[in-house]
C-alpha cells in the first residue's frame, strides 16, 4: 500500500492534529483489531496521532454520542465510512462496515487510509 511521501506528511502533520476516536462496546470481537488497524495504518503514514478509546456502556450513551455500532471509527468528528455519516441508526450493537461490495466488522486499511487522506487534505 502507498504511503504519503515523508514531506508531504510532515508539512501536513504542522497544519493539522488529527483527532481519531474508536468507540466500542466491552465484549466487541473487533474493538481491539479496530484499534491496531488504524495504528497500522498512522505508523506506515508516519504519523503519531494515537486513538482515543471510547467505552459505550449503555445504550442510553448511543445517540447522544451518535454509535452506529462497535467498532465506530471518527476521525476529527466524522465517521470513516462517507455513506454512514448521515445514519440515525444509533444503537449498542455489532457495527458493519460496506467496502469492496461486502460488509464486515473491521473497517479495511483502505477505509481508513482514505479518511485519515482527507482529514489531512482538510482545511482547517
Same mark, same amino acid.
Given at each position: 500500500?502507498?504511503?504519503?511521501? /515523508?514531506? !508531504?506528511?510532515?508539512?501536513?502533520?504542522?497544519? +493539522?492534529?488529527? +483527532?481519531?476516536?474508536?468507540?466500542? =462496546? $466491552? /465484549?466487541?470481537?473487533?474493538?481491539?483489531? !479496530?484499534?491496531?488497524?488504524?495504528?497500522?495504518? &498512522?505508523?506506515?503514514?508516519? &504519523?503519531? $496521532? %494515537?486513538?482515543?478509546?471510547?467505552?459505550?456502556?449503555? *445504550? @442510553?450513551? %448511543?445517540?447522544?454520542?451518535? #454509535?452506529?455500532?462497535? *467498532?465506530?471509527?471518527?476521525?476529527?468528528?466524522? $465517521?470513516?465510512?462517507? /455513506? @454512514?455519516? $448521515?445514519?440515525?441508526? #444509533?444503537? =449498542?450493537?455489532?457495527?458493519?462496515? #460496506?467496502?469492496?461490495?461486502?460488509?464486515?466488522?473491521?473497517?479495511?486499511?483502505? &477505509?481508513?487510509?482514505? %479518511?485519515?487522506?482527507? !482529514? &489531512?487534505?482538510?482545511?482547517?
Amino acid at each position: 500500500m502507498p504511503g504519503v511521501e /515523508g514531506n !508531504a506528511t510532515e508539512s501536513l502533520r504542522e497544519v +493539522k492534529t488529527l +483527532k481519531i476516536e474508536i468507540l466500542y =462496546f $466491552d /465484549g466487541c470481537p473487533n474493538h481491539l483489531p !479496530a484499534v491496531e488497524r488504524v495504528r497500522e495504518v &498512522l505508523q506506515e503514514m508516519n &504519523l503519531p $496521532d %494515537a486513538p482515543i478509546e471510547v467505552r459505550i456502556t449503555d *445504550p @442510553a450513551m %448511543a445517540k447522544p454520542l451518535r #454509535f452506529l455500532g462497535s *467498532p465506530t471509527v471518527r476521525i476529527n468528528g466524522l $465517521d470513516i465510512e462517507p /455513506g @454512514a455519516r $448521515d445514519s440515525d441508526q #444509533f444503537g =449498542f450493537g455489532c457495527r458493519t462496515y #460496506f467496502s469492496e461490495g461486502r460488509r464486515s466488522g473491521l473497517p479495511t486499511k483502505e &477505509l481508513v487510509l482514505s %479518511a485519515i487522506r482527507d !482529514a &489531512l487534505n482538510t482545511v482547517p
